[in-house]
């Protein structure tokens, strides 16, 4: 079975510095691999997504992410972090049938 | 609007009285899912819907029932809630058959006595 682990349920930062929020995915085949956000009181939003193309992957509001085979890692980055940005992120693993969501990450973001 | 619409976004209600929550897409998609989110867990699928008439259950699929007459509509069924099931609920679609790219509806808080 496939299964992603986000490995920190709550990051804070100070504005202005690098956001990382890890992710380490288990998977017998090659992944397709995904960052939503969750902003609060709001649905989730997709940031971007991983299938097998490019391994550094691009998304909305500066938000990169680095697909890692040899660490089954896909964590997400940001060079500098924006008070917008404090939100709960998950990063997903899709299937055939379904996306599989880690527990999710919540980013502080402080002055 | 490209868009997921759910409805109620709040319902408090009590032990064994059915509801249903409804879910509308105007996107003409034929994936649509229906999670539930709870604190520590993250998101979990309930049932999802592959197209018309086509559905399966996810990973918590006890206590529900899904139905996918048209396209453009999956409810999601409580025929006797309860109170596990307070949560916190979103429908989401995709095109295609592979649930990528999902589009989620803005979630129904759902309390039950």
């Known amino acids: 079975a496939q299964s992603v682990t986000q490995l920190d349920s709550h990051v804070s930062v100070s504005e202005g510095t690098p956001v990382l929020l890890r992710c380490n995915y288990s998977?017998?085949?090659?992944?397709?691999l995904f960052w939503y956000v969750q902003h609060p009181n709001k649905g989730l939003q997709l940031l971007l997504k991983y299938t097998s193309a490019a391994t550094l992957v691009k998304g909305i509001n500066g938000f990169e992410a680095e697909f890692k085979k040899s660490e089954t890692s896909f964590h997400l980055t940001k060079p500098s972090a924006h008070m917008s940005d404090a939100a709960e992120y998950f990063c997903a693993i899709g299937t055939a049938s379904k996306l599989t969501f880690g527990t999710g990450t919540r980013l502080q973001v402080t002055l | 609007e490209a868009q997921v619409t759910q409805n109620p976004r709040y319902l408090i209600t009590v032990t064994g009285k059915k509801l249903t929550v409804t879910c509308s897409q105007n996107?003409?998609?034929?994936?649509m899912s229906w999670y539930r989110q709870d604190p520590g867990l993250g998101l979990r699928q309930i049932y999802y819907?592959?197209?018309?008439?086509?559905?399966d259950k996810g990973d918590v699929p006890e206590g529900y029932k899904v139905s996918r007459k048209e396209k453009r509509n999956f409810p999601l069924i409580l025929e006797s809630p309860s109170p596990n099931q307070t949560s916190l609920y979103f429908c989401a679609s995709s095109f295609g058959l592979r649930p990528y790219e999902q589009y989620f509806g803005p979630g129904t808080r759902l309390t039950v006595t």
């Open positions: 998977s017998s085949y090659s992944p397709s």
């Open positions: 996107m003409n998609h034929e994936y």
């Open positions: 819907s592959m197209n018309v008439e086509v559905t």
